[in-house]
């Protein structure tokens, strides 16, 4: 399975979760970073917990394994590293300021 269809499964665990403004971005000829990210927002940290959380589950029985997590604890802004594949989850006020959806313009929302 590819990064870009690991990113699909993501979308979908996600809207289980009621994850708003899902984006699916093909990176691969934008970025060395990774091939895909995925960009949601959540309405509390709550919410984005269990947003992480089905993310991590449904990648997993899918073989794709979580490699790195940043900000579950703090909850306003949680990474998941799946390597190629790149999932930020937001609390809408943090989205907006940090605005990836503009740095990431050029890229196709596949989603």
């Known amino acids: 399975m590819d990064y870009i269809d690991a990113g699909r499964i993501a979308k979908e665990a996600l809207e289980d979760k009621k994850a708003e403004d899902i984006k699916v971005l093909d990176l691969r000829n934008l970025s060395s970073v990774a091939e895909c990210f995925v960009i949601a927002s959540g309405n509390n940290i709550n919410q984005l ?48 300021f940090y605005d990836l959806d503009r740095v990431w313009a050029d890229a196709s929302d596949i989603g």
């Open 49 to 96: 917990k269990a947003m992480a959380d089905n993310v991590e589950e449904k990648l997993y029985l899918n073989g794709i394994r979580l490699h790195h997590t940043e900000g579950y604890q703090s909850g306003s802004w949680v990474l998941l590293d799946f390597n190629g594949l790149v999932v930020h989850l937001f609390l809408k006020d943090q989205r907006e």
